[in-house]
């Protein structure tokens, strides 16, 4: 199917009128308190936190392009609070007591969001609302209801989710063939470029200085070097994510994996009411190969899910351009979950990459021999979990002993990914094994998950 737009970072910076005016590149060299590599959530986050807690430090952030021009711009807008990784990895050299805080923490993190948004005056289109899971299949909905024992095993917030059953469900959102949805409370709608946009003014208020267009090509121990200059620094972060391949000695650090939206033009009252779709939910399935949308602002229908997973030798995309298969493939999903949308146009396109570690957990720590710290590996749940990181590196860089600094995420060290052709074969592999298992579990009645999706997460450690 054809769009309107295709690239140009996405639809967020469209909605905002465009992609923005870069600020100055690095001018020479330079010598601050501390150096950001990226000037995304993480990167932002972080300044913000450091010149809330120490008002005298000197910071610098170093942008390759702009500030939010990665996955903090390009996103599905949820703002969710998930922990969406193995616990199970988290107790290996931790406690249960430990990964509950962590989870606590990360739900908390949508309250502080929300808090700063307030305070900075950031109109992000924020709003506080449920993200609902659908289930097609008998395998789908039961891998929601061990969802929901598992949160109500682990005792964090046993009212944070419930189970629907069909009809309920379809009340919600009129998904045909829905057996049931878990419902997330406590969750968050937001524009993303806003909201990074918004968060780079305000800590260029509080003096820290983001300087775009400056690539950065080397990272040693006080010592950043840029080919506009080199900047020297007692505590360096780097909060690439996604691009972290693109430092010499960080290539097999983080996979940069792909994601891809689409957003529909606005749709008309009439046809809201027929879909039933009145807040601002967000909205999944579960399927394994799984899809995320939202209701945006002005009434449009964005959604999201995996295009051509990841791109040899990690490679990635130009300026957010997708492909047309990829777009094929998204509008199927986005048909099959609402065909009431039918005949609508789709106004743009664009995909991006997130950063996934060897283990699919997240991790931030600083290395106090070398002063070097980093935060990432959000696998997808960046929004929310880029705000605890942020926070975390700000204990860190100040040496502070807090509630944060001993959580079980903070310096892990997971190995690396294999090289090349091995990772591309394996992360392809592990995709087109999704999607047969998805295949599998539709056809059946089957409530097991497809032996297909289990091989699948033993291949790469999912």
Not at 109 to 115: D, G, Q
């Amino acid at each position: 199917m054809d769009v309107t737009t295709n690239g140009q970072v996405s639809f967020w910076f469209a909605d905002i009128g465009g992609l923005p005016p870069r600020r100055a590149p690095l001018p020479g060299d330079l010598a601050v308190d501390v150096c950001i590599i990226g000037a995304g959530f993480t990167g932002l986050w972080s300044a913000y936190y450091l010149k809330q807690l120490a008002p005298s430090l000197s910071i610098a952030v170093l942008e390759r392009d702009f500030a939010g021009f990665g996955a903090s711009g390009r996103n599905g807008g949820w703002c969710s609070g998930e922990f969406g990784w193995s616990r199970g990895k988290y107790l290996q050299g931790g406690s249960r007591a430990g990964v509950i805080a962590l989870e606590r923490q990360l739900r908390d993190s949508v309250a502080e969001i929300l808090r700063v948004c307030s305070a900075e005056a950031i109109a992000a289109d924020i709003v506080k609302t449920d993200c609902l899971t659908f289930a097609r299949n008998p395998a789908q909905l039961q891998r929601l209801r061990d969802t929901l024992a598992e949160e109500r095993a682990w005792e964090i917030g046993p009212d944070r989710v419930e189970l629907l059953d069909a009809a309920a469900a379809a009340a919600r959102i009129r998904v045909p063939g829905v057996l049931g949805a878990l419902v997330t409370h406590g969750v968050a709608r937001v524009q993303p470029a806003k909201l990074v946009r918004g968060l780079a003014a305000a800590v260029e208020r509080l003096g820290v200085t983001i300087y775009e267009d400056t690539c950065v090509t080397g990272l040693a121990p006080g010592r950043v070097t840029t080919a506009r200059g080199t900047v020297r620094a007692p505590r360096i972060l780097r909060a690439t994510e996604g691009f972290t391949h693109g430092i010499p000695g960080q290539e097999r650090e983080w996979l940069p994996l792909n994601s891809a939206m689409v957003v529909t033009e606005p749709l008309p009252a009439a046809l809201w009411e027929e879909i039933g779709w009145t807040g601002a939910e967000l909205f999944g399935d579960a399927a394994h190969a799984y899809c995320y949308a939202q209701r945006t602002r002005e009434g449009r229908i964005a959604m999201g899910g995996r295009g051509v997973p990841y791109r040899f030798a990690s490679r990635t995309d130009r300026n957010g351009q997708t492909q047309a298969a990829t777009i094929a493939k998204l509008t199927e999903i986005l048909y099959r979950m609402l065909p009431q949308v039918r005949g609508l146009r789709l106004d743009h396109a664009w995909c991006g990459v997130l950063g996934v570690p060897r283990d699919w957990c997240a991790t931030v720590g600083l290395d106090p021999a070398t002063g070097i710290g980093w935060a990432g590996g959000y696998v997808g749940l960046g929004v929310s979990t880029a705000n605890l990181a942020g926070r975390t590196l700000a204990d860190l860089v100040l040496g502070r002993d807090t509630d944060r600094t001993g959580l079980p995420w903070v310096n892990r060290h997971p190995r690396k990914w294999e090289p090349e052709p091995l990772r591309w074969l394996g992360v392809h592999g592990m995709y087109q094994l999704y999607a047969l298992a998805d295949r599998q579990e539709a056809a059946g009645g089957d409530p097991r998950t497809s032996p297909l999706a289990r091989l699948a997460n033993r291949l790469t450690g999912r």
